[in-house]
Nanobody
């Protein structure tokens, strides 16, 4: 079994910073891309940032220059450093990982349970 667990959400004032963490554990042969999504109330889930296994990154336009995604392959972990936070960044943030649980299986999608980020004064 594979588990993906996020941590690090919370309440922060506009202009503040938060760092989200996500770690995958269990039966893992390899991990390809790791991603952060978010979903605000009444809106569709959107891709915020993605990082490939060798470190190439991409960001949604709305977060470029403010958010930084990184990963630690030795720990099967991905991080999202969020700076200059705005009220419109308020959402539940989800970690997604493309994982091969074993050499016999293809790549599967795994999701964390989500962590709430609230930006408000």
């Amino acid at each position: 079994q594979v588990q993906v667990v996020e941590s690090g959400g919370g309440l922060v004032q506009p202009g503040g910073s938060l760092r989200l963490s996500c770690a995958a554990s269990g039966s893992i042969f390899s991990i390809n891309a790791m991603n952060w999504y978010r979903q605000a109330p009444g809106k569709r889930r959107e891709l915020v940032a993605t990082i490939a296994s060798r470190g190439r990154t991409n960001y949604a336009e709305s977060v470029k220059g403010r958010f930084t995604i990184s990963r630690d392959n030795a720990k099967n972990a991905v991080y999202l450093q969020m700076n200059s936070l705005k009220p419109e960044d308020t959402a539940v943030y989800y970690c997604n990982a493309k994982i091969r649980p074993s050499i016999q299986l293809g790549e599967l999608d795994y999701w964390g349970q989500g962590t709430q980020v609230t930006v408000s004064s």
